[in-house]
């Protein structure tokens, strides 16, 4: 597969089947994404597979867990600006439509978000840690690795979520992991085998024009 064609054919998938994945064709993605550009080669990213039985052990613990939980980071700024309200807002608009799912539907709205929590049926997931003491750059780093990782996925023949919505568990999955006290949960990643009949897969989001956010000089 050219660079292109994943690029092209890359996006979120939201309903995947139950069809079981090796970790070792997942080790041999993680050791060609840790390739990725790294600052001073500080390699910052932390990862921790959930896969197969662990998967199932994992979402036990979660529907168990009653303790309440900080998100470990603002998701998005509080008064988000244009043009990035509005895109938020239209493809969350865009995906409820596909759906069926109308405005006044709160309960199903929020059924749908809460399939994140699940992973959206995927038999694997990575969750992706940092060091607290890390900053901007670092993090920078963290998305690098991760959308090779994607890219490396649709080579062979999986898909993939990134979900930043895990931020909201980080202390439920930091004791379920056992991550060090001195890191903080970035997002957990849906890997797997998209469902061909789920509508939802269908969604395509919409990307600005260039001359929006490019200028020549």
């Avoid at 993605?29 to 597979?49: D, E, M, T, Y």
């Avoid at 998100?71 to 700024?77: K, Q, R, S, T, V």
């Avoid at 990643?189 to 200028?215: F, H």
């Amino acid at each position: 597969m050219k660079v292109t064609d994943a690029v092209l054919s890359r996006k979120s998938i939201r309903a995947f089947t139950d069809k079981p994945i090796s970790n070792s064709l997942i080790k041999e993605i993680l050791l060609k994404a840790s390739r990725s550009p790294s600052g001073g080669n500080l390699q910052p990213w932390k990862i921790f597979v959930i896969n197969n039985s662990t998967m199932s052990d994992f979402l036990e613990f979660q529907n168990n867990w009653t303790d309440s939980e900080e998100p470990a980071y603002d998701i998005y700024p509080s008064k988000l600006k244009e043009p990035y309200r509005t895109s938020r807002f239209e493809l969350g608009e865009q995906m409820y439509e596909l759906l069926g799912i109308g405005r006044e539907e709160k309960d199903a709205r929020i059924a749908q978000v809460m399939e994140n929590f699940r992973f959206f049926g995927a038999p694997c997931a990575i969750f992706c840690f940092v060091d607290r003491q890390m900053g901007p750059p670092q993090w920078s780093d963290l998305g690098m690795f991760l959308q090779t990782f994607m890219l490396l996925a649709k080579e062979a023949g999986l898909d993939t979520c990134a979900q930043e919505a895990w931020s909201m568990k980080h202390d439920s999955v930091s004791k379920f992991v056992k991550a060090d006290d001195t890191d903080i949960l970035f997002c957990g990643m849906a890997i797997g085998y998209r469902d061909d009949t789920a509508l939802v897969n269908s969604l395509e989001s919409e990307r600005r024009p260039l001359k929006e956010w490019t200028k020549f000089l």
